[in-house]
């Protein structure tokens, strides 16, 4: 008989208990004992238990992190996971990828597992999120017509936004037919020209909104070509048609508010608007008002008028002007007129002969010289009053 390690029987009956299947990604329903949580790693360590048995078990942090509830000793849950060893104690023991409160049972799993599987698929993505419509003019609701959501929903619109048609589908909100029933309601509502879809119902037990729940459901949602809002009745736990819709809503009369704007913040949007509108014209009429002053004074000044009447000043300026220059040179040359006429005086032979002397001529010329004629000659004297003719008798 061979000789084996602690070490090696556990690691065999770790082997062993990996590949069988039937202790892989199993469910196991039972009672939480000797919960602890260590701080530091996150990791979750508890007994699970029924009335017979025990079976220790572990979460690690990074599935326990996406618990959306905290256990507690003496809670019922179902645990999924895999059986396995932990070798270096040699217990055999629970690896738990997740918890759920007992109560709802398969439902509860089953409901994870689509979740988790249309998460997948980016059904809930925010990326596929689209806006409403600031002012529709045609607004659907799908839901149940003998039912207090519609009157709601038509209370809302009728008061907040009379302007737009409401469009209100019948769909059975409850019961096996309920899935076909709303996603044919959708349909219509769409097909009908609604411009956003109110998809809901009042309140009631998980059980009563399972519908909201369903896949078909959640893939009509998805697919609708204009705006959903989710307004199933529930303010806690979200519905996975809230998680697929354009937007959430806990009311159907919640949703009736989000879908339609206030009348009365129309009516103040639009004054705002109007006044905004007169000043924007008054401050345009100001400014064209004193663009055309300013292009008038720069036309007046270009005109044709008034440049004839800036030319006609400064040719009267000029006219001014050359005249008292005119005068002035006038003046000048008078005065040096003067002064020459003086200085010829001065310098006139007419002016020696007043004095005594006289002037000889012969033949017009003017007798400088006694060579300059001949005896017999006769010769004109000219004296200061009057003159004589003399004949040259004798030169020297």
Not at 9 to 22: A, C, H, Q, S, V
Request: aromatic share 6%.
């Amino acid at each position: 008989m061979p000789v084996i390690t602690v070490t090696q029987i556990n690691k065999y009956i770790g082997f062993m208990l990996k590949g069988d299947r039937n202790l892989q990604g199993i469910a196991v329903k039972g009672e939480i004992a000797d919960f602890v949580c260590h701080y530091r790693s996150g990791h979750m360590y508890f007994t699970l238990k029924d009335s017979e048995s025990t079976i220790k078990a572990v979460m690690f942090a990074s599935a326990a992190s996406r618990l959306r509830f905290r256990p507690e000793d003496g809670m019922s849950v179902v645990v999924t996971g895999s059986v396995g060893v932990y070798e270096p104690g040699g217990v055999y023991q629970l690896y738990a990828n997740d918890i759920i409160p007992d109560g709802a049972g398969k439902a509860s799993i089953a409901l994870e597992q689509l979740r988790k599987k249309l998460a997948k698929e980016g059904i809930f993505d925010q990326s596929h999120k689209r806006p409403l419509p600031a002012m529709p003019k045609k607004i659907g609701v799908v839901t149940s017509l003998s039912g207090a959501a519609v009157r709601d929903v038509i209370n809302v619109l009728t008061r907040r936004y009379p302007l737009c048609e409401v469009y209100a589908v019948n769909a059975t909100v409850q019961g096996e037919e309920a899935p076909d029933s709303i996603c044919r309601g959708i349909l219509r509502a769409e097909t009908a020209g609604c411009e956003v879809i109110i998809v809901g119902r009042g309140g009631g037990s998980s059980e009563d909104l399972s519908a909201f729940n369903n896949e078909k459901v959640v893939y009509a949602v998805y697919n609708c070509r204009v705006p959903v809002i989710s307004a199933v009745g529930h303010e806690t736990d979200y519905s996975l048609a809230d998680l697929a819709a354009d937007m959430r809503a806990p009311t159907p009369s919640a949703a009736a508010e989000l879908a339609s704007p206030s009348i009365e913040s129309l009516y103040e949007r639009l004054s705002m608007l109007g006044k905004r509108g007169r000043k924007a014209v008054d401050d345009r009429y100001k400014a064209k008002k004193e663009q055309l002053a300013l292009l008038s004074g720069r036309l007046a000044v270009q005109s044709p008028e008034n440049r004839l009447k800036l030319a006609s000043e400064r040719l009267e300026s000029l006219t001014k002007r050359s005249s008292t220059a005119f005068a002035h040179y006038c003046d000048r040359l008078g005065a040096e007129l003067g002064r020459s006429a003086a200085r010829l005086d001065a310098l006139s032979p007419l002016k020696i002969l007043s004095r005594g002397y006289s002037l000889a001529y012969r033949e017009g010329q003017l007798v400088k010289d006694s060579s300059a004629v001949s005896e017999g000659d006769m010769i004109e004297l000219r004296f200061d009053k009057g003159g004589a003719e003399a004949e040259i008798k004798r030169i020297w």
